[in-house]
T-cell receptor, first 115, second 113 residues
Framework: EAGVAQSPRYKIIEKRQSVAFWCNPI?????LYWYQQILGQGPKLLIQ????????DSQLPKDRFSAERLKGVDSTLKIQPAKLEDSAVYLC?????????????FGPGTRLTVT | DAKTTQPPSMDCAEGRAANLPCNHS???????VYWYRQIHSQGPQYIIH???NNETNEMASLIITEDRKSSTLILPHATLRDTAVYYC??????????????FGKGTLLTVNP
């Protein structure tokens, strides 16, 4: 079974520029999550999708961050414009609502550096 | 979600059992204890979860106290590849409506040769 795919793996941009991250979840997983992980901290949930609908985006900075999950499969997370404090690893995860523990499977992440 | 308290770091000798504690004194009756780990430069990986009974799988064992206010993750024979940050998380289990994980800073387990 293929895991969660993310691209790019690394991205360096200047502040005020825009950036987009892509995630392809495990096939058949209805729920998709985007997390932000700042160095030295645990991941923080930004947004959760159930199929192509948003379940929770309470911690998404909506003035600069946006995310979509068209057709309920892959997803993109965009930052526009980026700030220095957005430097972090952006993790995508997916889960099946039929799994025994609804455990989340994480991708390798995209490391963003804003200079 | 209830908060958890974990030691920031622990050491363990290779081949010995690693016992990682977690306090979750405000856990609710419908909340489960989940453990994930994150190896350097990788995404978190699910290990195990439980409600009130002890659980065991191919990776680890989970011991939950009778009052459910604390738990211990046991890696029976730690290897160098088990060096990682281990996160203890409490959240609503299967059947809930929101499967959000709230991560703390976790415990950095270092397995030494």
């Amino acid at each position: 079974e293929a895991g969660v795919a993310q691209s790019p793996r690394y991205k360096i941009i200047e502040k005020r520029q825009s950036v987009a991250f892509w995630c392809n979840p495990i096939s058949g997983h209805a729920t998709l999550y985007w997390y932000q992980q700042i160095l030295g901290q645990g991941p923080k949930l930004l947004i959760q999708f159930q199929n192509n609908g948003v379940v929770d985006d309470s911690q998404l900075p909506k003035d600069r961050f946006s995310a979509e999950r068209l057709k309920g499969v892959d997803s993109t997370l965009k930052i526009q414009p980026a700030k220095l404090e957005d430097s972090a690893v952006y993790l995508c995860a997916s889960s099946s609502n039929s799994g025994a523990g609804y455990e989340q499977y994480f991708g390798p992440g995209t490391r963003l550096t804003v200079t | 979600d209830a908060k958890t308290t974990q030691p920031p770091s622990m050491d363990c000798a290779e081949g010995r059992a690693a016992n990682l504690p977690c306090n979750h004194s405000t856990i609710s009756g419908n909340e489960y204890v989940y453990w994930y780990r994150q190896i350097h430069s990788q995404g978190p990986q699910y290990i195990i979860h439980g409600l009130k009974n002890n659980e065991t799988n191919e990776m680890a064992s989970l011991i939950i106290t009778e009052d459910r206010k604390s738990s211990t993750l046991i890696l029976p024979h730690a290897t160098l590849r088990d060096t990682a940050v281990y996160y203890c998380i409490v959240r609503v289990g299967p059947g809930g409506s929101n499967y959000k994980l709230t991560f703390g800073k976790g415990t950095l387990l270092t397995v030494n040769p």
